[in-house]
Every structure is written in structure tokens, then in C-alpha cells.
């Protein structure tokens, strides 16, 4: 049961890959077929196979022989992490929709923020319209949802002060409707770890340039991955 955990993830995040590729090329992420991108030949089914199409053809196209970016299989690999996670956390059905939805859009909206500092704020749609009904059909507690609203307030401060961009805020904020806003503030703690470790170079030695901005959704992805990681191993040990 484990392996088919951990294929569906690699599965979805292989298409979460794909879609983030397309808008980046505006193109058609429904009905079009699977393309190479230097040959534009259709790829085949089995070798759409995530994860062991890539081993078997060593990271290249069948047909030209190109390359095959390496951050696809990375991303194939994280998406079987987080399936493995999922079933070792036992989550119910509702929570693994909710958790799942949230990782498959905030994951695409975070590689954009890698590249290009900024997101489609549309991708939090369907993660909003989840987190809606959650919010409805389970409401949190009075004092969770306080606790969470003087936090979003906090960080709309920061984004007044435009220190963080509202986009961060938004996943911030219904990243706490679909988990809960305790589970949001570790994750908001996580990922501000995450920015100063990985940003350690540039406090010890502070460049005279223009502060650049740090992108800050993939430290929130990572953050919620990481959480996950932390309680399967609570759970585990
Ligand atoms: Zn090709």
C-alpha cells in the first residue's frame, strides 16, 4: 500500500511539473499530449512512467535524445515523499484532499516564484475553495482563528510596509483554513528558518546592492513538507 502511496504522489507532483511548464509557455495544460521539448515528438505512455521511465531512458528522450531537465525527477521524487508521508500519517480521506490540493497548487505557484519572483495568484483558487469548506463544515476554534487573524494582520503589515508580497500572506492564510493556523505558524516558523539558512552567505557578508527579494512560497512549500516530515517522524519513533 506503501508503494502505491508514494506512486500516486510521484504521479500528481510529475503533473504538477508539467502544468507549471505550460503556463510558463501558455499552452494548453488539459488536452494537449505530453511533448518533448526539443524534438516536440508526443512521449509515449511508458515513458511517462514517473520516476522509472526517467532511470530506464537515463534522463533523456527517447526519441532525440535530449536531456530531460534533472529538476523533473526531483520533483517526481518529492511528490513520492510526500505520498510515503501521507500514508505513514494515516490521514484521514478529507485531510489527504485538502493537504493534497494545497501542495499540488502552492507547488506550482512556488517554482514559478523561483524563477521569476512573482506567482499566478489564480493557482490559490482551488486551494481557497477547499479551505472555504473546511472552514464551514469544521469550523476551528474561536481562539485559533483569533490567534490566526492577528497573524495574517501581522504579515498584512508586512506587506503594507511591502517587506513580503501579498501573495505570501494569502498562501499564509489558506494554508491555515485547509490545516488549521496552529499547523500554518510552525510551518510560517519553518520556512523563516528555511529563508535564514539558506540566505546565510548574503547576513554574513551584506551586499552594498539593493536588498534583493527572497522568494518565499517555495520556503512555505518546503515548510509544510518538512512539517509533515517532522510528525511522520513523531509518529515513527
Ligand atoms: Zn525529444
Same mark, same amino acid.
Given at each position: 500500500?506503501?508503494?502505491?502511496?508514494?506512486?500516486?504522489?510521484?504521479?500528481?507532483?510529475?503533473?504538477?511539473?508539467?502544468?507549471? %511548464?505550460?503556463? %510558463?509557455?501558455?499552452?494548453?495544460? $488539459?488536452?494537449?499530449?505530453?511533448?518533448?521539448?526539443?524534438?516536440?515528438?508526443?512521449?509515449?505512455?511508458?515513458?511517462? +512512467?514517473?520516476?522509472?521511465?526517467? $532511470?530506464?531512458?537515463?534522463?533523456?528522450?527517447?526519441?532525440?535524445?535530449?536531456?530531460?531537465?534533472?529538476?523533473?525527477?526531483?520533483?517526481?521524487?518529492?511528490?513520492?515523499?510526500?505520498?510515503?508521508?501521507?500514508?505513514?500519517?494515516?490521514?484521514?480521506?478529507?485531510?489527504?484532499?485538502?493537504?493534497?490540493?494545497?501542495?499540488?497548487?502552492?507547488?506550482?505557484?512556488?517554482?514559478?516564484?523561483?524563477?521569476?519572483?512573482?506567482?499566478?495568484?489564480?493557482?490559490?483558487?482551488?486551494?481557497?475553495?477547499?479551505?472555504?469548506?473546511?472552514?464551514?463544515?469544521?469550523?476551528?476554534?474561536?481562539?485559533?482563528?483569533?490567534?490566526?487573524?492577528?497573524?495574517?494582520?501581522?504579515?498584512?503589515?508586512?506587506?503594507?510596509?511591502?517587506?513580503?508580497?501579498?501573495?505570501?500572506?494569502?498562501?499564509?492564510? +489558506?494554508?491555515?483554513?485547509?490545516?488549521?493556523?496552529?499547523?500554518?505558524?510552525?510551518?510560517?516558523?519553518?520556512?523563516?528558518?528555511?529563508?535564514?539558512?539558506?540566505?546565510?552567505?548574503?547576513?554574513?557578508?551584506?551586499?552594498?546592492?539593493?536588498?534583493?527579494?527572497?522568494?518565499?512560497?517555495?520556503?512555505?512549500?518546503?515548510?509544510?513538507?518538512?512539517?509533515?516530515?517532522?510528525?511522520?517522524?513523531? +509518529?515513527?519513533?
Amino acid at each position: 500500500m506503501i508503494y502505491i502511496y508514494a506512486f500516486i504522489g510521484c504521479c500528481i507532483s510529475s503533473h504538477a511539473a508539467v502544468v507549471f %511548464e505550460r503556463l %510558463e509557455r501558455a499552452e494548453d495544460f $488539459v488536452s494537449l499530449p505530453s511533448r518533448c521539448q526539443n524534438c516536440q515528438q508526443p512521449i509515449s505512455w511508458f515513458d511517462l +512512467i514517473p520516476i522509472i521511465s526517467f $532511470v530506464l531512458l537515463r534522463g533523456r528522450c527517447s526519441n532525440c535524445h535530449a536531456q530531460i531537465p534533472g529538476a523533473l525527477f526531483m520533483t517526481e521524487l518529492c511528490g513520492g515523499l510526500i505520498g510515503t508521508l501521507f500514508y505513514i500519517l494515516e490521514l484521514p480521506i478529507t485531510t489527504q484532499l485538502g493537504y493534497g490540493t494545497l501542495l499540488f497548487f502552492v507547488g506550482i505557484a512556488a517554482l514559478q516564484d523561483r524563477r521569476q519572483q512573482e506567482f499566478d495568484l489564480n493557482l490559490l483558487l482551488a486551494p481557497l475553495a477547499v479551505g472555504m469548506v473546511r472552514l464551514f463544515t469544521n469550523p476551528p476554534d474561536q481562539i485559533i482563528l483569533l490567534f490566526g487573524t492577528v497573524t495574517a494582520l501581522a504579515l498584512g503589515w508586512l506587506v503594507f510596509k511591502k517587506q513580503l508580497g501579498v501573495g505570501d500572506l494569502l498562501v499564509y492564510f +489558506i494554508m491555515g483554513l485547509v490545516t488549521d493556523f496552529p499547523v500554518a505558524n510552525r510551518v510560517l516558523l519553518l520556512a523563516s528558518v528555511i529563508v535564514i539558512a539558506t540566505n546565510i552567505p548574503l547576513l554574513v557578508k551584506p551586499t552594498t546592492k539593493r536588498a534583493q527579494r527572497v522568494a518565499f512560497i517555495p520556503a512555505l512549500f518546503h515548510g509544510l513538507v518538512l512539517h509533515l516530515i517532522i510528525r511522520a517522524i513523531i +509518529i515513527s519513533v
